[in-house]
């Protein structure tokens, strides 16, 4: 069973604080990994992905990836209010790049 | 369209009766999933459609659960005799060509079998 694991949280960071969050996969297979914010009542949007080992930038938000330790990070800099939501993690494998497995996702909770 | 559209938002139903949800994907866009999301957990894959045909089908749970894509746009998807267990967000997404770097997700049909 391949597996995506997250903390559920909720991670509760100051407004401006950087949040942390992170993600491990069962599949060694795995090749490519994406972040997916969720609002309560909404459906997921992607915020990026990454295929690399390495540290990924795009505007406050920052994925890293170490396949070595089958591990993967979002870092949100100068967190907002407006970042409050559930953040999916996904990886899929090289054999079947179009089936994603999701994480249960992590709560983040930004107060001002 | 400008979206991924899912119809109807909200679906209420008896248990054991035959339901169906409609995706209208983004025009152009080749490939098509369904996912289905239960409260606090994470979506699961169900079925994704290149065209006209399942690529892939492994996500469906049982053989009550159908889903057809006769024109390679919208898709329905089918659940005969629900059970209170099939309530769920059922999401759907469509991609250009396939994968999801540029996947777009509509905004859910979400299914209450009472």
């Known amino acids: 069973q391949k597996e995506v694991e997250q903390n559920s949280g909720p991670l509760s960071v100051p407004e401006g604080a950087i949040a942390s969050l992170n993600c491990t996969y069962s599949d060694r297979g795995s090749q490519s990994f994406f972040w997916y914010r969720q609002y309560s009542g909404k459906s997921p949007e992607l915020i990026m992905f990454i295929y690399s080992n390495g540290d990924k930038e795009d505007g406050r938000f920052t994925a890293q990836l170490n396949k070595a330790s089958q591990y993967v990070s979002l870092l949100i800099r100068d967190s907002q209010p407006s970042d409050s939501a559930t953040y999916l993690c996904a990886v899929n494998s090289e054999e079947n790049t179009d089936k994603l497995i999701f994480g249960t996702g992590t709560r983040l909770q930004v107060f001002p | 369209g400008a979206g991924v559209s899912q119809t109807p938002s909200n679906k209420v139903t008896e248990k054991g009766k035959y339901v169906e949800l409609r995706c209208d994907p983004i025009?152009?866009?080749?490939?098509l999933y369904w996912y289905r999301q239960s409260l606090g957990q994470g979506p699961e894959f169900l079925i994704y459609f290149q065209g006209t045909g399942a690529a892939d089908d492994s996500g469906l749970p049982n053989d009550r659960f159908f889903a057809v894509r006769p024109e390679g746009s919208v898709s329905t998807l089918k659940i005969q005799r629900t059970e209170r267990g099939d309530s769920a967000v059922y999401l759907c997404?469509?991609?250009?060509?396939?994968?999801?770097?540029?996947?777009?997700f509509g905004q859910g049909t979400r299914l209450t079998v009472v």
């Open positions: 997404a469509s991609s250009r060509t396939g994968g999801f770097t540029e996947a777009f």
């Open positions: 025009s152009g866009h080749t490939a």
